[in-house]
């Protein structure tokens, strides 16, 4: 009998099956394509014009190996967020800067603190460096600013996530209440405030930009607003101490060429945003219309998506699902107790939400045994 | 005074100071680019018109996410192979690829092993898991397999860093010396074979993939031969159990959705490969004998770049780099002792290394003070 090699105590100690299954998975089981693809809070509308037309013409360039100081486009990011080089880290998406915030303030045994069903791709990288979740159950289908900071207190978290606006809710707190909850943290608690959804909700939502505070990492992506989301690419922004504690073990050649040039290019065409910004509220209301047509409730959202209580239990709600997608609809729920009576619709092209309208009847009727 | 979130003991202890300098760092300090690029080991020739045309065409899908599985990737590179899509991992780069080995095998104080002035990033990613490096220096210009075999022994290594073809001196071990070695090593002990330049050398160099084997750990590149470093995409090739304790802990969502579309499209295109590999073998015999023109010696190369003996110590080298960057060639050096009496030229566009010709003359008579 041949020996191995040992894994580390702490990765020998993961699971080996992991949350991530992508539509293409699904496709690929099913052995067809969607039809609607309107279930990872992607932007069907896709990213500017000038950003693809930038892809295009630099794809012969890729040949030569990314900044790795990621210089450019943390100067049009420090420019669009006032603030400077200096406190801006770009990643390979946030779930990149999420494995390094892991990585960089978590030791293995250290509580860290999130809420139940949130951002499964936080709790992943939290295992992966060994610490222990505490969760917090959302209140009203919010997170709760007040459990998540009792939470922190009596867990004595070096790290606490807050999502705002929030997935999979799609709910999310006005800036005075995040700041309140800022002030009340302990100063040796870090927060990340995923804002991966920040350019689709209110304004009044988003905190102003303080640097000077040591214990706070914004979080901004390409993927949401920006239709980016297949360059992999997101920044973090913090008091630069804390930025440059992310050099210490990031992989300084992760984020594409191609990512780099692309981000630079999305930031500059702010116009182009407001149009998403736009049609993603347009999308929201036709999605709400379908679910309350169907005699559903939707939840107010502030993101991309439109998350729907189907009125009933966890398995109800997920038989709403499967019928959705044995009807060529790719979309997802919550799971977790309490937000799992929910379905998540992400918003499409109108051909996409027609095909949404027109399937959810039949799905909702098969899920009700009709 | 404001406390602040504690740094994890592994990363409170690690240098702020990183090892990444790109040419584009350099030029924005000179204030103007290179005429030269000719550094960084990258393909000049870039990658195949079929790749170009591909990633154009796809540009404006990037609001997708990537598929997590980069399952189509796998398929190809598996084929290409000739192993099971099992026996295959994705990553960002073949460096994103070493933070994973990194954090799968060493556990903080354990030594690894690699060869004194081989590969920095997988230094860096070593002391990102708090590991300790015990380093061999070069035999004649080649990595010291008896030596790597003794340290791994004496140290009880867990894991030991091998490139072969070898970055910086460009030297190589026939497959049945590689053979012997991972035959001699304990089986507990992680081998990384870093192949990056595996199609660049002599077919001879490579020894038949064995995936039964579960303590070698093949890696692959798309950075190299086929002229994509920007896109950054690896993969490595293992036994199907030690791939799947990847899926433990990488970011599954790390490499973008254009790295997989002209991963799988560049490995469809071979006859260009042959293309570029003849080229590089050119530009290896028109580096050679520039070198040579000019007194210097050539090391025999396996790789896309030719390392040169200036024929006396390192600060001389040091001074025949710094004339070149001065006049606007990118190059780089080896740095350690035995291996610093040497520059490292990358081959390049004809009109690269025309610059280089008339530019090293002019180079070395500063570093001789004429």
């Known amino acids: 009998m041949r020996q191995r090699p040992a894994l580390s105590p702490i990765i020998a100690a993961l699971p080996s099956t992991v949350p991530f299954v992508g539509p293409e998975a699904q496709e690929r089981e099913r052995g067809r394509a969607f039809r609607a693809r309107i279930g990872a809070n992607e932007s069907s509308f896709g990213p500017s014009p000038r950003v693809i037309a930038r892809m295009e013409r630099v794809a012969r360039d890729q040949w030569m190996y990314c900044d790795p100081d990621n210089y450019e486009l943390k100067v049009a990011a420090a420019a669009h967020h006032d603030v ?36 499964p791709t936080f709790n992943f990288h939290i295992a992966g460096v060994g610490g222990r979740l505490a969760t917090v159950p959302y209140e009203n289908d919010r997170e709760s600013l007040d459990g998540l900071l009792e939470a922190v207190v009596k867990e004595r978290a070096p790290l606490v996530y807050l999502s705002n606006p929030d997935n999979p809710m799609g709910s999310w707190w006005e800036a005075k209440e995040v700041i309140r909850f800022i002030e009340a943290l302990p100063e040796t608690t870090m927060l990340v405030l995923d ?26 992506t ?13 920044y973090a922004i913090a008091e630069a101490e804390v930025i440059r504690d992310f050099e210490k073990i990031r992989n300084h050649y992760g984020v ?11 930031l500059a065409d702010q116009a182009y945003l407001e149009t998403v910004v736009a049609r993603v509220a347009a999308g929201r209301r036709r999605i709400a219309d379908i679910a309350e047509q169907n005699g559903l409730k939707p939840l107010a959202s502030a993101t991309n998506f439109v998350t729907i209580d189907c009125g009933h239990d966890g398995p109800f709600a997920l038989k709403v699902l499967q019928g959705l997608l044995s009807r060529d609809v790719f979309i997802r729920k ?34 009700r045994g009709n």
């Open 84 to 119: 400077a080089v200096e406190n801006v880290v770009v990643g390979e998406g946030i779930d990149g800067l999420l494995s390094l915030v892991a990585r960089m303030y978590v030791a293995p045994g250290d509580a860290v603190v999130t809420s139940l069903g949130a951002y």
């Open 256 to 266: 594409s060429r191609m990512a780099q040039i692309a981000g630079v290019e999305a």
């Open 222 to 234: 390409f993927s949401k607003a920006y239709g980016l989301a297949g360059i992999r690419c997101g």
């Open 334 to 367: 919550p799971m977790a107790p309490g937000l799992d009576r929910c379905i998540r619709v992400s918003v499409g092209l109108d051909h996409e939400l027609d095909v949404f309208a027109w399937e959810l009847p039949g799905a909702l009727a098969a899920a």
């Open 195 to 220: 804002e991966a959804y920040g350019e689709l909700g209110p304004a009044s939502a988003l905190p102003a930009i303080d640097i000077s505070r040591p214990n706070v990492i914004r979080m901004r």
